[in-house]
């Protein structure tokens, strides 16, 4: 007869019957080989050696705990954890235990409380995730977590962007300078992985997000007209802060370009065109950013619009005597401003002054005349006098034969009397119509003419009265007759060489009445 065991059944066989014979039976649940004790310490998300134990029993089944304390309480299920052995997982740090329970057909056994597993956590960065700089400048920034920590970081690569370190670095500060080769925001990122000085356990790679602006691109290319004479008066501006480098090409029709480098933030050239055509300075700019990042060079056309040629031309002479009139005449152009206000391309001016007119030609671009002078002289006054006044109304003037009579003419530059004579003084002796023309500054004037009558020596006349004496208030006719005088002026004595002569008693009459 033998006997053996398989499982939970034991088998005999003997030479009695010749047969096998299956008697069933149940082992008690034991566990023989237990978690092991050691304590072990790991950094989070690291790989611990796993837990097992060795048991015996029929139909056995195993639960895994975990546990705050090194006697098995305040112990959790630890879900899904079913087998003879398990490997304990250190995604939550901190100090753990573990047991199973092993359950057969007949009875549970608890296994022992393994050895401590110290989970320990690794630094978590805490500078920030992204950073924004312009195109030349540092990232600068400096690594921090939330404990003592050393740092390894490195870039991925970006063609668009130079500057960046492509190898792993170790210092707690990324400070390289980046260089944006295009016109739009690059970003370049970097893999950061802290450890702690004090755990010795890595973190969590970080990806930090550096993006660079772009390199300097000019805002204002437009081109640009002016007028000769004017100033550029262009604000160089980019998308960036820049500093500018830029130069004019040559035009040998204009004069005021700057044709070495200038590195002013503007362009003020004034610039003359010398032709009567429109004519073009190209100038080259070039935008330069922080750290060396230098935009593309760009070109600006300035247009610069000729001037339009003005002058006067006066129709006869500037000067003239009052009452007259000259025309002036501008250049041809396409408007006209008069310093009168007159917008017509000629005026008719009577009054004396400085004249000067603004033309404006179809390019909008205007020029100012020099002045023309234009001076309007007066008529003089020419007034005569006589030496022998008239001694009755009127521009009569009777002498004796034999007398003279003086004309002199009021002041003037020059003098033409009706005889020839060009004196301010004539003297005359015979009878006629006399006047002067004086002129002064160019200007003439005439005077009113006076008639010079020469009479022949009166002849002795008898005197006669109506009466030899009258009465207070009466009337005395007073004749003369056989004298060849004319005409008769009376006049009383009183016996001596005093002569009264009557108002009144003049002009032709041969006698008089008188009334004392």
């Given amino acids: 007869t033998s006997v053996f065991v398989q499982g939970s059944n034991i088998f005999v066989t003997g030479s009695k019957s010749n047969s096998l014979e299956i008697i069933s039976f149940s082992l008690s649940t034991s566990i023989t080989t237990q978690p092991s004790p050691s304590s072990q310490i790991v950094c989070q998300g690291g790989s611990v050696n796993p837990l097992f134990v060795t048991a015996t029993g029929s139909n056995l089944t195993y639960q895994w705990y975990s546990s705050l304390n090194s006697n098995g309480s305040s112990s959790t299920q630890i879900i899904g954890a079913s087998s003879s052995s398990y490997i304990p997982s250190t995604a939550i740090q901190g100090i753990l235990y573990y047991y199973v329970v092993v359950t057969g057909s007949i009875g549970s056994v608890t296994s022992n409380v393994s050895g401590p597993i110290t989970v320990n956590p690794g630094p978590s960065m805490t500078s920030p995730s992204s950073v924004t700089i312009s195109c030349g400048a540092s990232v600068n920034l400096t690594l921090t977590s939330s404990m003592p920590s050393t740092y390894s970081w490195m870039a991925s690569h970006n063609p668009n962007v130079f500057g960046e370190n492509l190898t792993p670095q170790s ?23 802290p ?27 437009t081109a640009k007209s002016i007028c000769g004479g004017e100033n550029v008066n262009l604000l160089l501006t980019s998308n960036v802060a820049s500093t500018y480098s830029w130069v004019a090409t040559n035009n040998s029709s204009i004069t005021g370009e700057s044709t070495t480098n200038q590195t002013t933030g503007s362009i003020n050239d004034i610039l003359v065109n010398t032709t009567s055509f429109v004519q073009s300075v190209i100038y080259t700019v070039i935008p330069y950013g922080t ?60 009054a004396s002054g400085n004249y000067s007119v603004t033309v404006t030609n179809s390019y909008g671009c205007s020029a100012t005349s020099a002045t023309t002078g234009v001076t309007v002289n007066p008529i003089p006054t020419v007034g005569v006098t006589s030496s022998i006044p008239p001694l009755h109304p009127g521009n009569t003037i009777y002498i004796c ?15 033409l009397w009706s005889n020839g004579a060009t004196s301010q003084n004539i003297v005359v002796s015979s009878s006629g119509t006399y006047y002067v023309t004086g002129t002064t500054q160019g200007c003439s004037a005439t005077s009113n003419p006076l008639s010079v009558i020469v009479s022949p020596g009166p002849t002795d006349s008898a005197i006669s009265a109506s009466a030899s004496s009258v ?14 005088g004319s005409p008769y002026y009376w006049a009383s004595t009183d016996g001596g060489n005093n002569w009264n002569v009557f108002a009144g008693a003049y002009g032709g009459q041969s006698s008089f009445i008188f009334t004392p």
């Fill in 171 to 193: 210092s707690n500060l990324i400070n390289n300078i980046l260089i944006n080769t295009t016109n739009n925001i690059e970003s370049v990122v970097y893999s950061v992985i």
């Fill in 195 to 221: 450890t702690s000085t004090i755990t010795g356990c890595a973190g969590n790679s970080q990806v930090v997000v550096v993006s660079v602006g772009p390199k300097p691109l000019m805002n204002n290319t």
């Fill in 291 to 350: 750290g060396g990042c230098v935009g593309n060079s760009q070109t600006v056309t300035i247009a610069v619009n000729p001037l339009p040629s003005v002058a006067i031309t006066p129709i006869g002479p500037t000067t003239f005597c009052q009452g007259g009139s000259i025309v002036l005449i501008a250049s041809s152009s396409s408007s006209y401003l008069w310093s009168t206000g007159a917008s017509s391309q000629s005026i008719d001016v009577s």
């Fill in 401 to 415: 034969q034999g007398q003279s009579v003086t004309f002199t003419a009021s002041p003037n530059n020059s003098y």
């Fill in 471 to 484: 009465c207070l208030g009466q009337s005395v006719t007073i004749s003369t007759s056989g004298g060849n």
